[in-house]
């Protein structure tokens, strides 16, 4: 029995927050404070344009982690509330975390771009379209947790993942090992609202679970989303 390999390329705009959930662009300048709205057991994610070197939180009462760019943000006490520090090698970042309240208005991720002076003002260039090798070579690499195969006949199997201009572009492959053709059409993309795991999702980063260990993953609510483009690769 042959293996057949089906390879696709396909676009999916970025995951859509549910109503009332707020994403803020935030312009980095350290005479600014920022309110940030949290709620109990969800994460909000601050973004910053470089590395981050050090963080510091006013109370034990919000949990803070960070890993490269990135800062995660979760309350772990009610009416409680606190100041935060974000520093990278050329600013520091001050923000007011306001006591966790209502899901609807929590602020679920805050994206800082640069301070930038009038005198840095240049005119915007027409965004270009990533070409095929764009993604294969800046693309993140995915790693599946277990190297044993799925039980069933066709398996998916996510390569990389490429985001830009608002996109996310994501390379996978199909893996047919059943005696009929497989019929391969536009997929179905959604994110996880309340998503929750035996064990801290934050080291599954960039990882496709195992059939088995994909079954202990719920969620309180799958949002779709819409996928632009689709490209289909066949080899055998």
Not at 28 to 37: A, C, K, N, P, T
Not at 53 to 64: D, I
Not at 136 to 165: F, I, N, T
Request: with cysteine; glycine share 4%.
């Amino acid at each position: 029995m042959k293996c057949k390999w089906v390879t696709l390329t396909l676009i999916a705009i970025a995951t859509v927050p549910l109503a009332g959930q707020k994403i803020h662009i935030e312009i980095g300048d350290r005479s600014r404070i920022v309110h940030l709205e949290t709620a109990l057991n969800h994460l909000t994610v601050i973004e910053v344009n470089e590395p981050v070197t050090m963080v510091a939180a006013g109370s034990p009462s919000f949990k803070v982690e960070w890993k490269e760019n990135k800062v995660f943000v979760q309350p772990t006490e009610a009416e409680v509330a606190t100041n935060l520090f974000i520093w990278t090698a050329s600013q520091r970042l001050n923000y007011e975390l306001e006591p966790a309240g209502a899901v609807e208005r929590m602020d679920f991720a805050i994206d800082e771009t640069p301070h930038i002076t009038q005198s840095q003002v240049m005119a915007p260039l027409p965004p270009v379209a990533p070409s095929p090798a764009d993604v294969l070579l800046a693309g993140k690499p995915v790693r599946m947790e277990a190297s044993k195969h799925a039980k069933k006949p066709v398996e998916v199997l996510v390569r990389d993942l490429y985001e830009s201009d608002g996109k996310l572009f994501i390379r996978y492959a199909l893996r047919n090992q059943g005696n009929h053709p497989y019929a391969v059409d536009t997929p179905r993309v959604y994110a996880l609202d309340g998503a929750h795991y035996p064990r801290s999702l934050y080291g599954l980063v960039n990882v496709q679970l195992e059939e088995q260990e994909a079954t202990r993953l719920t969620a309180r609510k799958e949002v779709p989303i819409p996928v632009v483009e689709g490209e289909l690769k066949t080899s055998r």
